[in-house]
């Protein structure tokens, strides 16, 4: 089983953009950290998606591996390229997002783009934004 989950906002809080060049710009949110990496454990694939684009895929990765997340891949987009396109080609089970409230809403939700007959296999989580994964429930 495949298991989408945003990175920032959703499982990392992000600090002020002074500090997003920075691993110290990154902080885990609650017991995430654990909980991605019980679900790796048990065999789900875990596929972590960034809002930093693919030039910046080592940045995002160091920060991930810093902190001990365990995953099947990290996705980033590249130029012009949207998250429902991410999600369409990836086709996860499950997709974990927060509510993009500081960024639109849900109208900004990666979920939300992509194709119906797509999306009707895809069960969406959305969570709300730097409040974390720690109350979700994936058996």
């Known amino acids: 089983m495949r298991i989408m989950i945003f990175i920032e906002g959703t499982t990392f809080y992000t600090k002020s ?80 997002e927060d509510d993009c409230k500081s960024i639109g809403g849900l109208k900004a939700c990666c979920i939300t783009d992509v194709k119906d007959e797509i999306k009707k296999d895809i069960q969406s989580i959305i969570v709300p934004e730097f409040a974390g994964i720690d109350n979700i429930i994936i058996d």
Not at 56 to 79: H, P, Q
């Open 17 to 96: 953009m002074l500090f997003l060049f920075s691993k110290y710009g990154y902080k885990p949110i609650g017991n995430a950290v654990k909980i991605v990496n019980t679900l790796y454990e048990k065999g789900y694939e875990i596929y972590l998606c960034s809002y930093v684009r693919r030039a910046r895929y080592d940045f995002i990765k160091s920060i991930v591996d810093f902190y001990g997340m365990k995953y099947t891949e990290i996705l980033c987009r590249n130029k012009g390229e949207t998250y429902s396109k991410i999600v369409e080609q990836l086709k996860p089970n499950i997709l974990i």
